[in-house]
């Protein structure tokens, strides 16, 4: 593995349904970040970790939930999945403020 | 609350020609970082430049070159003699107040740039 790695590449999931988003880095960057991208809309930020244990709210949060256990692993949970969740997510790590941003190859995600 | 406003939805230019991208953004923060990102067809997303709030020097890198003005909060993105390989959608993002923010990213609405040969 190098670098941030996301998990499943793609996913039907009826609405209602439960659903992880896994995200993994082996860099060791204590900040790790969720992403929604919507066409016309860029991206925007869903939660966020600055470091391991603690974790934030970004600007669309409502509908999901995240963990932060340990260093490396981030995942996204819909707990109950709605049609406007369907989009690309893109899970991101940075080692410092400031610095930029490590993307995965991103999770594209059709709630029916 | 910061926004970052990138206004040009698509372009479409014929190779070897110059393009600019526009960004413009909003802070209340002094210290704050500007970012561009790449998104090619395959849809990852590519870093080229991070530049801070106190260094308003232009750079060039390669065919890429970058303009930064605080007095208009812009951060504007010229390809120089585009090539098909550079169609992708661009992203201009700002990170504010990093040291309490830690790298948030706010992400313009991106602009999808066509390169035909």
């Known amino acids: 593995i190098a670098g941030i790695t996301q998990a499943p590449t793609s996913q039907i999931l009826a609405a209602g349904r439960r659903m992880t988003l896994r995200c993994t880095q082996d860099?060791?960057?204590?900040?790790m970040y969720w992403y929604r991208q919507d066409l016309g809309l860029g991206l925007r930020l869903i939660h966020y970790?600055?470091?391991?244990?603690?974790?934030g709210k970004g600007e669309v949060p409502d509908g999901y939930s995240v963990s932060r256990a340990n260093t490396d692993d981030f995942p996204l949970t819909l707990a109950s999945a709605v049609p406007s969740q369907t989009s690309v997510y893109f899970c991101a790590s940075s080692e410092e403020r400031g610095e930029k941003l490590f993307f995965g190859s991103g999770t594209q995600l059709s709630v029916l | 609350a910061q926004k970052v406003t990138q206004a040009q939805t698509e372009i479409s230019v014929v190779e070897k020609e110059d393009v600019t991208l526009d960004c413009v953004y909003e802070?209340?923060?002094?210290?704050?970082?500007l970012f561009w990102y790449k998104q090619p067809p395959s849809g990852e997303l590519v870093f080229l430049i991070r530049?801070?709030?106190?260094?308003?020097q232009n750079e060039i890198s390669g065919r890429y070159s970058w303009n930064f003005q605080k007095s208009t909060s812009s951060f504007n993105f010229t390809i120089t003699a585009s090539q098909v390989v550079d169609s992708a959608v661009y992203f201009c993002a700002l990170s504010e107040a990093p040291e309490t923010s830690g790298s948030r990213l706010t992400f313009g609405e991106g602009t999808q740039l066509t390169v035909n040969p």
């Open positions: 970790s600055n470091t391991a244990g603690t974790t």
């Open positions: 860099m060791r960057h204590n900040a």
């Open positions: 802070t209340r923060d002094t210290t704050y970082y």
């Open positions: 530049r801070n709030s106190f260094d308003e």
